[in-house]
């Protein structure tokens, strides 16, 4: 039987760069048709993206549906579901909703990773909070981030852009554009430092509120090269389908953390199933 | 909070066995895959509630089937309950083993039961008798299908059931609403026909000719039958009937949504909890519907009373059964994230 690696992360630029990870290292495909699913995944997906609840009082209009994980096989046919949580703060419910779906099937992921940033918080204090969450739903938490625990399933996380290291997604993507489009990059940085600096003397703040965040500006930089990448797409498009994380980016250093993790999670050994004598002892 | 069950457990009905609802609140929701034991659930409470009583034994039975032979019903409610074969001679059931706890206490429900074919009759014909005993006092014997008076040794609730065909039987509604009317009670019923349809005025019985009917006053229609309207209507009339009937006791609603369009589940359904709360009824109730789990999640925030909900998902696998409890911030979570409980 197929492992089932269950990911969760942010949003779906996390989830288009992790998928892209996946492909460049790990040789995986992303499945597309819920037949290509077994039935135990067949069944989740069946469930768990129903509309949520109309409460009467407040309903946003952009999530009358739940996106759908993004599933990829692995070159060794084991499964992956990159789930976008819709928001960091986000993520601990969504794991919340999905080990109790996943409970209610035969078959639950044999390895649970969860991939943070630490953009306007130090990633230790949400790895904290998370750790609790995990506690919460009788899980293993690993003991630090980066690391995967021993428990059943075993449970990773990871923080971009690496752990120890304040930062977001953005700040490897910039390097990787650095590296895949550097005539781009220097005309995107450009170009978004330009109103950056100009974004402080304009009159109307609120349209500039985005770019004056932390981040802004390296987010800023991206969406411009994606913007001429695949004009009138979105970035995660642009990740999913351009060079960004490609073979030749695969060995620079701002990866490195991201594809150990990766691999840590992926080649742990697999817990046995329940009620069988030991494990199948079949890593990817 | 009215919760005169506070735990269930079917230990032997029908084909369940150890089938446990634990922290029962006023309301329950009961969601699961069909043959996963909703309906024995409500079967099994309300026999728990009124063991002596023949008349919930055969409502046991005709809920699920109206046409069927009563004692053939019955003898399907016993666990393992192979069909009958009269011709090979008497037999014996299984035990029914029903457990709780009430706000009285701890009950405990066994029975058996005796088929045979009856003798002395002109055309062969089987009979029935079951044996009850509660709480290990002596066994109360009822007999099918003529059963006598209950014998009420035991404390017997008020229990009312409907279920998705209840509405499709005026005899049921008509005496419900005998009840109703004479208790001066119907007021529920009229405010809930005026959801579907504001000019209903009122709502009485007609015994005339041999012919019973309810009638139906409309500003506009003037003075027309109930069997008039669509069956969103009538159900909720026999929804309305009922828990008007169970007073300080026990609602069991087989599909709640059964015959009501998602649109008006809401208010039906949020009209239907006030009423249970200030009637002080325990509603446990099954659904495969998802508007109406967020239909009563919905109702149950407005009224600011989330502690009384509760829902159970059950699920069947190899004849055993799993069932997991959600209260109300742990639905709320299931549902905003789009998980389909049921």
Redesign the interface.
């Known amino acids: 039987m197929s492992a089932f690696f269950y990911i969760v992360t942010e949003g779906v630029h996390d989830v288009a760069f992790v998928g892209r990870l996946l492909s460049v290292a790990h040789g995986a495909s992303r499945i597309r048709k819920l037949e290509d699913l077994d039935d135990s995944l067949r069944g989740w997906v ?11 009082k407040h309903h946003d209009i952009e999530r009358l ?2 996106p759908a994980p993004a599933f990829y096989r692995l070159a060794t046919s084991h499964v992956v579901a990159l789930r976008n949580a819709q928001g960091l703060n986000e993520i601990g ?2 794991l ?2 999905d080990i ?2 996943f ?2 099937t035969q078959r639950g992921p044999d390895v649970i990773g969860v991939v943070l940033d630490s953009d306007d918080e130090p990633a230790d204090q949400r790895f904290g909070r998370l750790k609790a969450t995990i506690k919460g739903l009788k899980l293993l938490s690993p003991s630090s981030l980066g690391e995967v625990s021993a428990g059943t399933p075993r449970v990773g996380v990871f923080a971009l852009p690496e752990p120890g290291t304040a930062g977001t997604l953005e700040d490897v993507l910039l390097t990787l554009g650095d590296a895949a489009y550097p005539e781009l990059a220097a005309a995107a940085r450009g170009y978004a430092g330009h109103w950056r600096q100009q974004a402080d003397g304009e009159p109307a703040i609120a349209d500039w509120k985005e770019l004056r965040k932390p981040a802004g500006t390296k987010k800023a930089t991206i969406g411009a090269m994606t913007a001429i990448l695949k004009p009138g797409k979105s970035t995660q498009v642009s990740l999913e389908d351009n060079r960004w994380v490609s073979e030749q980016t695969k060995a620079l250093t701002c990866l490195q953390p991201c594809l150990a993790f990766l691999n840590a999670l992926l080649t742990a050994p697999i817990p046995a199933a329940e009620g069988s004598a030991e494990s199948s002892g079949d890593t990817p | 909070m009215t919760t005169i069950l506070q735990n269930l457990s079917l230990e032997a009905y029908r084909g369940i066995s150890e089938l446990s609802l634990e922290g029962l609140t006023s309301v329950n929701l009961v969601v699961g895959a069909n043959n996963s034991g909703k309906s024995s659930i409500l079967e099994a409470a309300g026999l728990l509630l009124r063991p002596p009583d023949p008349m919930q034994w055969i409502s046991a039975v005709r809920h699920r089937d109206f046409d069927m032979s009563l004692v053939d019903g019955l003898w399907s409610l016993f666990p393992r309950g192979e069909a009958l074969h009269p011709d090979d001679g008497p037999s014996v059931s299984e035990q029914i083993a029903i457990r709780a706890s009430t706000t009285n206490g701890a009950r405990f429900v066994e029975a058996r039961c005796f088929a045979s074919q009856s003798v002395g009759t002109e055309a062969a014909a089987v009979s029935a008798r079951v044996e009850v005993m509660v709480d290990g006092l002596p066994a109360v014997t009822m007999k099918f299908p003529s059963p006598g008076a209950p014998a009420h040794q035991v404390h017997v609730y008020r229990v009312f059931a409907v279920t998705p065909a209840t509405h499709y039987s005026t005899k049921a509604l008509v005496e419900h609403l005998s009840r109703v009317v004479d208790e001066g009670k119907k007021q529920l019923a009229v405010e809930l026909l005026q959801v579907f349809d504001a000019g209903v005025e009122d709502l009485d019985v007609i015994a005339s000719l041999g012919r019973e009917s309810i009638r139906v006053t409309h500003r506009t229609r003037g003075v027309v039958d109930l069997a008039s309207f669509g069956d969103g209507m009538r159900r909720s009339a026999a929804l309305a009937l009922a828990l008007t009937r169970a007073y300080q006791g026990v609602l069991l609603v087989d599909e709640i949504e059964a015959g009501i369009h998602h649109s008006v589940l ?1 208010p039906v359904l949020a009209k239907l909890l006030e009423t249970a709360a200030t009637s002080q009824v325990q509603i446990l109730a099954t659904t495969h519907s ?1 508007e109406a ?2 239909a009563i ?2 109702a149950m ?2 009224r600011a009373t989330p502690d009384a909900l509760s829902a159970f ?1 059950l ?1 069947r696998q190899d004849n055993k059964h799993e069932v ?1 409890r959600y209260d109300f911030a ?1 639905l ?9 409980i049921r």
């Open positions: 069946s469930s768990a993206f129903k509309w949520p609840r109309f409460t009467g549906a739940v419910k969504t919340e909703i109790e779906a409970s209610r | 809401r998802l789990v967020d999640i919905g925030e407005d998902w699920q997991r742990k709320c979570t299931l549902r905003d994230g789009g998980l389909d």
